[in-house]
Antibody, heavy 119, light 109 residues
Framework: QVQLVQSGAEVKKPGASVKVSCKAS????????MQWVRQAPGQGLEWMGI????????SYAQNFQGRVTMTRDTSTSTVYMELSSLRSEDTAVYYC????????????WGQGTTVTVSS | SYVLTQPPSVSVAPGQTARITCGGN??????VHWYQQKPGQAPVLVVN???DRPSGIPERFSGSNSGNTATLTISRVEAGDEADYYC????????????FGGGTKLTVL
């Protein structure tokens, strides 16, 4: 079955970096974009960026420009999201979600990865 | 950048119809998606491309989009529909960028 499995929870100190993985299975990895979305405690959904696994094209939300890097490994059908210079406000659940194109929506989501930033 | 506006909360009695709006400049020209999120769970796509229902989503969920407002309609509301709902579009003016509305808490009375 189609699924996205994310890496486990992380606890980081301010100023550190975190790298979250999202392993896809059950579909053709390069046929869908992968979106990254985060949700701070009690808050709404916040889009972080997109990666096209076919070719590696990326586009990032302005709020994260310069701090986020999204990469992919087609040999393992895995995408990665690395966020640097962490601060307490980055404490959130981070989700990956696949999307075929603009009209299809994010139809499969990962289970989420909790990142806690605390000194 | 493009902004989507949702009411913070909507309340409805069981069996009634809930309507959740999503406002945006000329949103009728965009493809709107709706997600349901229950506490502690990942979002679930309930309507895509304004009014299409993904496989497994009950027919009680429907959508429309015209002018400056898109609407998610939930008919015959059940207790299990209580959740946060988010609208989402691609901002075509910003290179594949995605925008979410602020979310609406649906309370079933």
């Amino acid at each position: 079955q189609v699924q996205l499995v994310q890496s486990g929870a992380e606890v980081k100190k301010p100023g550190a970096s975190v790298k979250v993985s999202c392993k896809a299975s059950g579909y053709t990895f390069t046929s869908y974009y992968m979106q990254w979305v985060r949700q701070a405690p009690g808050q709404g959904l916040e889009w972080m960026g997109i990666i096209n696994p076919s070719g590696g094209y990326t586009s990032y939300a302005q709020n994260f420009q310069g701090r986020v890097t999204m990469t992919r490994d087609t040999s393992t059908s895995t995408v990665y999201m690395e966020l640097s210079s962490l601060r307490s406000e980055d404490t959130a659940v981070y989700y990956c979600a696949r999307e075929r194109s603009e009209i299809y929506g994010m139809d499969v989501w990962g289970q989420g990865t909790t990142v806690t930033v605390s000194s | 950048s493009y902004v989507l506006t949702q009411p913070p909360s909507v309340s409805v009695a069981p069996g009634q119809t809930a309507r959740i709006t999503c406002g945006g400049n000329n949103i009728g020209s965009k493809s709107v998606h709706w997600y349901q999120q229950k506490p502690g769970q990942a979002p679930v796509l309930v309507v895509n491309d304004d009014s299409d229902r993904p496989s497994g989503i009950p027919e009680r969920f429907s959508g429309s989009n015209s002018g400056n407002t898109a609407t998610l309609t939930i008919s015959r509301v059940e207790a299990g529909d209580e959740a946060d709902y988010y609208c989402q579009v691609w901002d075509s003016s910003s290179d594949h960028h995605v925008v979410f509305g602020g979310g609406t808490k649906l309370t079933v009375l």
